[in-house]
């Protein structure tokens, strides 16, 4: 696509459900991120995937946060027992591997509240 | 761990003036830099990426350059305008490994009209 894809735009969800967070980055783009912003905060990496492979996870807060890519392409981040301080911004970017530039591109980001 | 770092946290200018921001970062060992800007509950916006062998980039009235060496970025912003205001963030993708992408946390200005 043009650009990267997040959804849902917007999702409040009750203490304890299970949310599912969807990206589609950029056609051909090899590398796909996963940040978290919370309120007035910086960003905090989540994972990173090259490919359909996951080389680095160190940033995934706690068992309840899983995420896979597949094709090579559209990513999902789950998050289990949803808890209040998982609320956030949940921003997805991805770029080409190797190549020229190596430009990040973000999406507009899904976010979340727990109530 | 490659650590980034911005400064000033916040920056209030008025209308027209000319200013600097600074990004810093502990490992030199790095294959670009990058410059974002976030407005208010949108995501980011690329403005500039520096490769490690470049000194500076340009577009519009920003100019960014690179002091790879000393582990120092600047982001140059004339004659700043009210549409300019947005939180600005450097973001630095090491050389080595899978080329990890480390944040600094941004600076928050305001251009005053």
């Known amino acids: 696509g043009a650009g990267v894809s997040q959804s849902p735009s917007n999702k409040v969800t009750e203490k304890g459900k299970d949310v599912e967070l969807r990206c589609d980055p950029i056609s051909g783009h090899t590398a796909l991120y996963w940040y978290r912003q919370s309120l007035g905060q910086g960003l905090e990496f989540l994972i990173y995937f090259q490919g359909n492979s996951a080389p680095d996870k160190s940033g995934l807060p706690s068992d309840r946060f899983s995420a896979e890519r597949t094709g090579g392409s559209v990513s999902t981040l789950t998050i289990q027992r949803t808890q209040q301080e998982d609320s956030a911004v949940y921003l997805c970017?991805?770029?080409?591997?190797?190549?020229?530039?190596?430009?990040?591109?973000f999406g507009e980001g899904s976010w979340l509240t727990v109530v | 761990k490659q650590e980034v770092t911005q400064i000033p946290a916040a920056l209030s200018v008025p209308e027209g003036e000319n200013l600097v921001l600074n990004c810093s970062f502990t490992?030199?060992?790095?294959?670009?830099l990058q410059w974002f800007r976030q407005d208010p509950g949108k995501g980011l916006t690329s403005l500039l990426l520096i490769q490690s062998s470049q000194r500076e980039q340009t577009s519009g009235r920003l100019n960014a350059s690179l002091d790879k060496s000393s582990g120092r970025s600047t982001l140059y912003i004339a004659a700043s305008q009210p549409g300019d205001s947005a939180t600005y963030l450097c973001?630095?993708?090491?050389?080595?490994?899978?080329?990890?992408?480390?944040f600094g946390t941004g600076t928050k200005l305001q251009v005053i009209p």
């Open positions: 970017a991805s770029s080409l591997q190797g190549a020229l530039g190596n430009t990040i591109y």
């Open positions: 973001a630095v993708r090491d050389s080595g490994g899978y080329q990890k992408v480390t």
């Open positions: 490992d030199s060992a790095i294959y670009n």
